[in-house]
Nanobody, 121 residues
Framework: QVQLVESGGGSVQSGGSLRLSCTAS?????MGWFRQAPGKERVGVAA???????IYADSVKGRITASRDNAKNTLYLQMNNLKPEDTALYSC??????????????????WGQGTQVTVSS
């Protein structure tokens, strides 16, 4: 079992920044950030392999950077120029094996409790 603990959510105004952190209790291969807005499905935001190379959803490219510190078992999500449409519950996910689609929620076995991000206009 892998436990994931997220932190760093909060409320900001449009154009602001937040940095999310997700720390895993053990070894992980893929790690990713997902978000779910009220009334919508959970979607992938960014994800990395064990080597830390990130991929991003088209909707966040250029504004969000994912980075990974394997020594700390931690995945970060730096979010800049936030928009009201970024408001959602952000959850970290992990797998202990290579997943097929890194931005597909169904490919991950382990999930954190989520951290709320609210962006006001």
């Amino acid at each position: 079992q892998v436990q994931l603990v997220e932190s760093g959510g909060g409320s900001v105004q449009s154009g602001g920044s937040l940095r999310l952190s997700c720390t895993a209790s053990g070894y992980t291969y893929n790690m990713g950030w997902f978000r779910q807005a009220p009334g919508k499905e959970r979607v992938g935001v960014a994800a990395t392999d064990a080597d830390g190379k990130p991929i991003y959803a088209d909707s966040v490219k250029g504004r969000i950077t994912a980075s990974r510190d394997n020594a700390k078992n931690t995945l970060y999500l730096q979010m800049n120029n936030l928009k009201p449409e970024d408001t959602a519950l952000y959850s970290c996910a992990a797998s202990t094996w290579p997943v097929g689609d890194k931005l597909q929620p169904g490919d991950y076995a382990y999930w954190g409790q989520g951290t709320q991000v609210t962006v006001s206009s």
